[in-house]
């Protein structure tokens, strides 16, 4: 017996919210593939009911920011250059918009989702809105089908070759909210690297979908930027066939509310999934990582690895789940999560679970939390080491298991030196 | 059993151990035995009834109806990692108790001798002697007082004399109600209130015995107490609420066992156990869980939805949970501890098994309040079959419980590719002074040990049997040695025919 999700309670406060926030959003009477996919996805919409702070989903996260018409922040956000010395291809989105030429090499096409949708048809359609819907199977996650209803932009990544070089998406944006949604479709044998920098928006919101086929590549890299008032949700709903590999990791080091979620599904055999994030909280931050991921073949191995440094009332949220399907044999599956605590008003809040129905399998998890090694910590300083240095050595050190997650050893030295410099700079 | 066949060079005793645990579940009998019920169904003139029955005062018939109330406003909850059909709370009765119990017999002596002849079969004594599942001591060493309890009262307490003299109070909760109400009064629903949870609302309504413990300042309990629980009659549900209260410098250990016979009707339990602990006070509960599971087919069975928690109001007090769950059809069941004292500690050490079409939901909260709390999770959870056994567990760093600490471990193993394991932590840490450290694993029995069992001559089952002792040793380790020694044989029994 494998147990049937538990949608969550419909009140009325629950579907009036829904229907409030759904006024504004259009009806998507158009004819074009995309528009059908927001139809579709505006209807999940209504039929879930947005979240509210009594979901079980959202127990860690008061989920007004990203449900209230009004988004709180509307600060401007310059682009960032964080990737800037890698050798990459760069699109820039602002304010949600795609602009700019669109890089064409071979092996890599790659359309704004504003063009592509004025198409009758189009590859992307069998991935647009799809991916993200099967991830609702077992957890609901109605911002996300907003998402996919509301973005009118984005990039359709279609690759059929291992593109050596990483392509890097540059947001910014003058103000108030954005609604982004990338689909990365990769065929058999493909590879891309994607590096996402920069905010697209004050109230941001981000879905990814990514279909990797036999045997393909994906490695994906996220700094968010040192942006006090912003609030952020992303998606990312991966799908894995034979021998794929996903990698993915987040450096987070400020900002208000971050909600990211991870969706990826193991169809394939010998697949690999890793995902990783590391984050610097200070104040008024609130960092909720919400990963699931479901092994529904043999011989795969996952591997979820977070991180969190918070002070001055900071909290981090981790809720990671590994679902292990019936004949999902051999499964390697690990889950780690922990936190460092460098005061005493800072929280760490965690639901870190096991749902196993295969019985040949390896899997563990830890969550551990705690302020820092105060013997470490004396070392350091009887060498001489002043306080904050050593605060930030022992940080740095702490966030290493996340960061070697990195695959690429020049985009994890960048990410480094990027940390590096942002401990730094923090007083 | 009977066309066992034996290799030669396994012995004799060998044999006849494997022989006794062979059988299913032992306890499936019934007692033929003229029951008083009261008419089918929950409403507030059954409440009242309970009370009656039980001859309380005004104050307690007012907090049942006050919980009546309150539950009928309630929704049963869907969160726990269970499928079952709907229960209908109508179709069944909230009291059953025998003819012969209507006028409380005066002392065991007086006791129907078909009950006492009940507990006989299932391995407790109730004449003052000191054997417990088969362990014969000097008598001088080794005693434990019994409370038992069936269906809906309680049939008698043994050792009531030697424990008074120690001043300690070990009797049934209806009893403790009409002579020490101040004490009732004082604690009853301060752990587990009226307003917990939907079946500790429906219990505090309707629970009709169970057991009560004070052990006064300085005392510590001269011999174990023990309640053992039966459900005997059909389509009743059996609601017993335990009340121990652990004065300053006190300590006891306290047993709890429970059977019931093999219907084919689902029978509803639900408990509420609420322990109080003063200064430096420390108490360990045992539990040995062996309702019916309900057959192979998933028919029948207990539904075993328990509310237990543990309050070391004290400072410097401990508290020690341990369970062996094997038995239910469902359980729902998370004893808890609430670290509020300063310097106290709770430990939960558990092994569930699920078998079969068994479902299992259980777990622990651990909650720090004070200072310097410490706090230590052990957790064993065995699936076969194809049953289903969940982990969810709570531990909770306030800001105020500076320095405090929580080791908590999760392994779970699976045996054969129906059934399933979860884990479903939730770790809150508000404060960076306090540690928090959680791991957890789940893998399948290892073959290089089963081989190794194998090439000594032992069948598969037998040695799934030892592989699956081993893996809960840490926790069979926490139990009085008699619980020790029959939870060692009902892991063994659990797992009848989850091989092969």
Redesign the interface.
Known sequence: MVFPPKSTVKSKAKMDLTSAALDQVPTFDGAGWADKARAAARDRVAAMGLPVGRDEYWKYTDPTVFTDTDPRFDGAVAASDVFAGADALTVTIVDGAVTGDLPQIDGLDIQSLADAATADIHWAQDTFGVLEAAGQTNVERPLAAMTTALAQDGLMIQVTADIPQPLRIVYATAGGQANVHHVVKLAPGAGLTILEEGLAGARAATNMEVAVADGARFDHLRVVPVVAQRDLNTHIFARLEADATFRSFTLTPGGAMTRNEAVIDILGDNATAHIAGACLGDGDFHHDDTVFVTHDAVDCESRQVFKKVLRNGAKGIFQGKILVRPDAQKTDGYQISQSLLLDDDSQFLAKPELEIYADDVACSHGSTSGAIDEDALFYLRSRGVPHATAVDLLTLSFMAEAIEEIADPDLADIVLAHLEQTLSARQ | MDDLQVKDGVDAETVEQVKALSGEYKYGWDTDIEMEYAPKGLSEDIVRLISSKNDEPQWMLDWRLAAYRRWVQLEEP??A?V?YPKIDFQDQYYYARPKSMVEKPKSLDDVDPKLLETYNKLGISLKEQAILAGVEMPEEERKVAVDAVFDSVSVGTTFQAELKKAGVIFCSISEAIKDHPELVQKYLGTVVPDSDNYYATLNSAVFSDGSFVYIPPGVRCPMELSTYFRINAENTGQFERTLIIADKESYVSYLEGCTAPQRDVAQLHAAVVELVLLDDAEIKYSTVQNWFPGDENGKGGIYNFVTKRADCRGARSKVMWTQVETGSAVTWKYPSCILRGEESQGEFYSIAIANNHQQADTGTKMVHLGKNTKSRIVSKGISAG?A?NTYRGLVS?H?KA?DSRNYTQCD?L???????????????????????????????VDDDQLFYCRSRGMDEEEAVALVVNGFCKEVLQALPMEFAMEAQQLVAISLEGSVG
């Open positions: 869907d969160w990692l499928d194809v289903q760093m800001p500076k779970s699976l045996i054969g590719d129906k059934c399933g394991a979860h884990t479903v932590p939730y770790i809150e840490v508000k404060n960076n002074s306090s540690r928090v450290e959680h791991e957890a694993t789940t893998s399948k």
